[in-house]
């Protein structure tokens, strides 16, 4: 029997997906499962590791059985996942702390400490911004409050380093995961020991860094029964979900830009070297040995629109909410909009910003500050290209994906701010089919990943308005005056 599907794998925040592909890229089946957040306190953030594994074992079998194919004819399966999750597991492999994950803010003054006393050599160092996402903050917050789970930890890994320990029995990490601990040197694609000993751990205590590529077989028999997979199937290590999302869209060239905007959002460009922005208000994560993704993150996408439809207790779907902004032209009427609800990661790193409205009249409506929230996100990953582009040079062709991704008003907005063509995949689990594509070259089955464009079903471009962009570029100078002036306030 001839194999010809695979497997992705993308453990992200909100959920837990399973996406099964045939060779060209085209979706068979999806299978999603919601995660549950925790908030002990203010600004903590945290999820069960143990629940997540189970939900990814449930999210294969659902998207194998839904596909309606034998297990013979999978090839193999390859991993995305969420960056910057942190776990103390013990001496036995189980989790003795819940997951820290990217959005916990408790380590914000070990970050700012670190960051006005060795913040440029350690950004220089590890191409990370000291923020407390990072283990490496959230490590040193363990350490200097005595957190009972670290100080008992054997090991510390992020949930997929954890998958792969409940299904392998190995304590693996690829290199775009390791990038995103802050502990890692992409130069020297190896640990940095000075971090290590800043953070109170051992080299030991981390997981074998490993290219993407790298195949794991072997997997527990009681887990592959529960998966509906053969045993001796190869899973691929796969990486995080920036560098994942990049390759399934296709922006793998120079000048090709991707955004992803789901709950929160990115923008990111793959680069031969690796190159830090001297203002730190970029990334850099190594992919393979030679190559890496410089982007920036925001914390605020489509979280800051769920929030408001919360507010406004609007009863309606996702789309029909977005929609009511067509009532409204570009500018929203003066109305502008900051969207730092969670704080900021790029452009300004600052965990303690707050999110600002500006401008409200008596004749503003509901539809107002829809479209001022949607034109506040795109400014903000606008800003986010600007400082992408003094690292990685133009942009040539931007490639969207995430849940926005879908809104029409939205897409035409991203045209218009950034004065390009958009170019948007026929399927929306462009990290999935990044992990997929990366099982595929692993097994021989591709012969490399640029091979991937041939394979992304892509629909036609969303050519910008040039009125519009005329309108957005002057609203743009006073989104950043605004911006400039109210940093001073955090």
């Known amino acids: 029997m001839s194999k010809e599907f695979v497997i992705g794998l993308d453990l992200g925040t909100t959920s837990v997906k399973a996406c099964v592909f045939n060779l060209k890229g085209k979706v068979i089946s999806e299978a999603e499962k919601l995660n549950t957040f925790f908030y002990p306190q203010p600004g903590w953030s945290e999820q069960d590791p143990v629940e997540i594994e189970r939900s990814a074992v449930l ?3 659902e998207a194998i059985e839904l596909a309606g194919i034998k297990k013979e004819e999978i090839i193999s399966l390859g991993f995305s996942a969420a960056m910057h999750s942190l776990i103390c597991v013990n001496q036995n492999g189980e989790p ?7 959005a916990d803010g408790r380590s914000q003054a070990q970050a700012e400490t670190i960051k006005k006393t060795i913040g440029d050599t350690v950004y220089a160092k590890t191409g990370t911004p000291i923020h407390p996402m990072t283990p490496f903050a959230k490590l040193l917050w363990m350490k200097e409050n005595n957190y009972e789970p670290y100080l008992k930890a054997a090991s510390f890994m992020s949930i997929k380093e954890y998958l792969l320990l409940c299904w392998f029995s190995q304590r693996m990490i690829d290199y775009s995961m390791a990038s995103a601990t802050g502990l890692f040197n992409p130069a020297k694609l190896d640990w940095e020991p000075e971090l290590l000993e800043l953070t109170g751990i051992r080299r030991e205590q981390l997981s074998e860094i490993v290219p993407p590529t790298q195949m794991l077989t072997g997997i527990r028999a009681d887990i592959a029964e529960q998966m509906g997979i053969d045993a001796d199937m190869p899973f ?22 991707a955004v992803s905007v789901g709950t929160s959002g990115a923008i990111r460009q793959l680069a031969r070297d690796i190159k830090i922005d001297e203002s730190q208000e970029t990334f850099c994560y190594s992919f393979t040995a030679d190559t890496a993704i410089i982007g920036g993150p925001t914390n605020n996408g489509g979280i800051a629109l769920q929030w408001l439809k919360e507010l406004f207790n609007y009863h309606g779907s996702f789309t029909e909410f977005l929609r009511e902004a067509e009532k409204v032209a570009p500018g929203a009427e003066g109305l502008l909009f900051l969207p730092y609800l969670n704080g900021e990661r790029a452009p300004i790193w600052n965990q303690r910003a707050k999110g600002n409205f500006y401008g409200i009249s008596i004749t503003h409506k509901r539809e107002h500050f829809i479209r001022a929230v949607l034109e506040g996100v795109t400014f903000n990953l606008y800003q986010i290209g600007e400082a992408l582009e003094r690292s990685a040079g133009e942009t040539k062709r931007l490639y969207v994906n995430g849940g926005l991704a879908r809104s029409p008003l939205w897409l035409q907005m991203m045209a218009d701010v950034f004065e390009a063509d958009i170019y948007v995949s026929e399927t929306h689990h462009s990290a999935a089919w990044g992990a997929a594509w990366t099982a595929l070259v692993a097994t021989g089955t591709v012969n490399s990943f640029e091979e991937i464009k041939k394979n992304i079903p892509m629909g036609e471009p969303i050519v910008p308005n040039q009125e519009n962009s005329l309108t957005y570029k002057a609203i743009y100078s006073n989104y950043i005056r605004l911006a400039k002036d109210i940093e001073k306030q955090f």
């Open 59 to 61: 999210a294969v079998r």
């Open 96 to 102: 003795i702390s819940p997951a820290v994950i990217w």
């Open 236 to 257: 691929v290590m796969g990486a995080a979900d920036g560098q994942l999302a990049n390759l399934g869209i296709g922006a793998i060239l120079p000048g090709e830009v």
